[in-house]
């Protein structure tokens, strides 16, 4: 949520913070800015409403020179979207302020500089933090001292990068809550919200810990953490490549990375089967003596990791015989809990830095988990530093809002944790072998469901005049039908919700009419025939149904039900491979809709707010 690029260099660095910014518009933004200090120490900003591109036309009218700059995306959350609360703010056209999060104390401290004369040009919780840099800097000299005594004075959420145009070699950052990261280069330093948007200038990075303060400048970066004692933060060489302007052939980045599933999971699986059995260590150093002791899972997500984890739980207390709890991050973090006797947190988040998750993964800390283990995409990112241990992903980076490859990889990681613990608490070595071998023969499964897009684009058509949808599905296939509830809402603007096909007869029946499309997933299984049940309850009140079935389950196509028939697979990979048609399904319908499907309307990637 929201983007910061910055830069300390001697070239000028309009068209480096400008490509940052280009880099980070997946998080979602709603207006985008620039501040410059050049060559004659004045600070020059330009701020646009909408798109990175308008800044960047701006700029190339108006050309900002200056080696010392830091540019921002914004999404709005105190103040409308528009010119005037664009970031970065300024104070008396010395101090240039970026940031990320939120200041929960905004109000009193707007207040208190109010009294000492400064005026708001804006409704942001941000601009606060701009007069108080300037007001420290009444009483020191030190930029860094400054923001130092500025943070202290911050209840709230922040990643933010201060420059001084009396002072415009070095820029000074802090983060509490919000990620960035310091890029290194040779003679000139970066900092971002996210080491995408530095690839193109440098390959060394280090992550802020919670509570750092960085001073950077051309030639070094100098950290101290929340006790203001210098700290070192290991610099390591990224392998990440991504080149954001490359769909290929794709019209969107989700249809691309729909695409790129099969691949993502043969990655994700690579060097930890091997002979069909499970390397233990790609959960981290001990994660074979914690899975001995484990007696109870408890997973921690929100969005689309939630229903990852939703599925786990049916692996976990089936396969492992283990039992598992699943919550939203939000309120766990917000209610009083009970931790069962030698419990593991688990988290799942595709970035790692998920602000609710994050929380939750501290408060685990606090009350007595035994230990914690993070299903997460991103290397370096928070929840994984943070982790006891941690199963990277290996999805690549997932541009599209929507969540496609990141989803489907969470879920092989959580079927793998499923068979890591299994091992300690008595399951079988032959389901041992089936698990394995199932997860072996995914990739190829779901490149058959891909075959499938040109049924589904045609599917999509009957959608073009719907404003409601339905999702069925019984067992592990309900958090299936609840995730492609979400993705159509998400990309397509259609209200759609999704229910345990048994909770029909109470209540949602009534909403059925032929106006009120019923998508449902049914996989032969041992509940296939009360799911058929559940659908004719929908044929008998007028309802139009989609089902996504293989052909065991014996659905016929007719007027009332159009059916698809998905690859026959085992059970154990089933809700891997159904999630595909209804990410196609969601795709067709935005695309029919004439949304914008890459970066829907609200929404951002990463949400490192509450």
């Known amino acids: 949520m929201c983007g910061i690029v910055g830069a300390v260099a001697q070239r000028d660095v309009a068209d480096i913070l400008v490509e940052g910014l280009k880099r980070l518009e997946y998080r979602g933004y ?43 995306t914004r999404w709005a959350t105190h103040g409308a979207p528009s010119e005037a609360n664009a970031h970065p703010h300024i104070s008396s056209e010395t101090i240039a302020v970026v940031h990320n999060g939120i200041i929960e104390n ?41 923001v130092q005594a500025t943070v202290k004075q911050l209840i709230g959420a922040y990643g933010t990068v201060v420059l001084d145009t009396r002072d415009k070699d070095r820029v ?46 051309r030639f070094e970066v100098n950290v101290f953490d929340t006790n203001g004692k210098p700290v070192t933060r290991e610099a390591k060489e990224s392998a990440v490549s991504h080149d954001v302007g490359d769909k290929g052939e794709y019209r969107h980045y989700m249809l691309k990375e729909t695409f790129e599933q099969p691949t993502a999971i043969r990655n994700t699986l690579e060097g930890r089967l091997l002979g069909n059995v499970l390397d233990i260590n790609t959960f981290g150093e001990g994660a074979d003596d914690i899975f001995q002791k484990i007696e109870h899972v408890q997973i921690i997500a929100c969005g689309t990791s939630y229903h990852s984890g939703m599925v786990a739980r049916y692996w ?6 283990v039992s598992c ?24 988040s595709q970035s790692g830095e998920t602000a609710d998750t994050l929380a939750a993964l501290r408060l685990a800390k606090q009350i007595g988990y035994r230990a914690s283990l993070t299903i997460c995409n991103v290397d370096g990112s928070s929840l994984v530093r943070e982790s006891d241990l941690a199963f990277m992903t290996k999805a ?16 092989v990681g ?20 089936e698990i394995a071998q199932s997860l072996m023969t995914l990739p190829s499964k779901l490149e058959e469901v891909l075959a499938l897009a040109g049924s589904i684009e045609d599917l999509a058509e009957d959608f073009a005049d719907k404003h409601h949808a339905l999702f069925l599905g019984r067992g592990d296939q309900y958090p299936i039908a609840m995730e492609g509830a979400l993705k159509l809402k998400e990309i397509s603007y259609i209200h759609a919700e999704a229910y345990a096909a048994g909770e029909l007869k109470h209540g949602p029946l009534a909403l059925i009419d032929a106006e009120m499309p019923v998508i449902v997933v049914a996989p032969q299984n041992d509940l ?35 059916v698809i028939n998905v690859p026959v697979c085992d059970d154990l990979i089933a809700p891997i491979v159904y999630t595909l048609p209804l990410q196609l399904l969601s795709y067709y319908v935005a695309i029919i809709k004439g949304t914008d499907v890459d970066q829907p309307r609200n929404l951002a990637k990463s949400v490192t707010v509450e």
């Open 30 to 72: 709603d207006s985008a800015g620039v501040a410059i200090v050049d060559n004659n120490n004045q600070l020059n900003r330009a701020r646009r409403l909408g798109k990175v591109q308008e800044l960047a036309d701006a700029l190339h009218a108006n050309p900002i020179a200056g080696g010392t700059g830091i540019a921002h």
């Open 528 to 562: 296939i025939e009360k799911l058929k049940s559940n659908v004719e309850e929908v044929r008998a009140r007028g309802g139009l149904m989609y089902v996504f079935a293989d052909s065991n389950a014996n659905f016929s196509s007719d007027d009332t039900m159009k």
């Open 172 to 217: 000074v950052v802090a983060r509490s809550g919000s990620p960035l990261v310091i890029g290194y280069g040779v003679g000139e330093n970066f900092i971002a919200s996210d080491m995408l948007a530095l690839l193109p200038v440098t390959r060394k990075f280090s992550f802020l810990e919670e509570g750092d303060v960085a001073e950077v400048t």
């Open 414 to 433: 959580l079927l793998m944790m499923t068979l890591a613990i299994g091992q300690h608490h008595g399951m079988s070595k032959d389901k041992q072998t």
């Open 106 to 146: 905004h109000e009193i401290l707007r207040t208190r500089l109010q009294g000492l004369g400064y005026s708001f040009t804006s409704e942001t919780d941000t601009e606060v933090i701009a007069h108080l840099v300037h007001h420290e800097l009444k009483s020191t000299n030190s930029l860094l001292s400054a």
């Open 316 to 321: 976990l207390e089936a396969l492992a015989g």
């Open 325 to 348: 709890n699943i919550e939203i991050a939000s309120e766990f973090r917000y209610r009083q809990s009970h931790v069962p006797k030698n419990a593991l947190l688990v988290t799942i």
């Open 396 to 411: 690549g980076a997932e541009i599209g809002v929507a969540s496609t490859k990141a989803f489907t990889t969470q879920l």
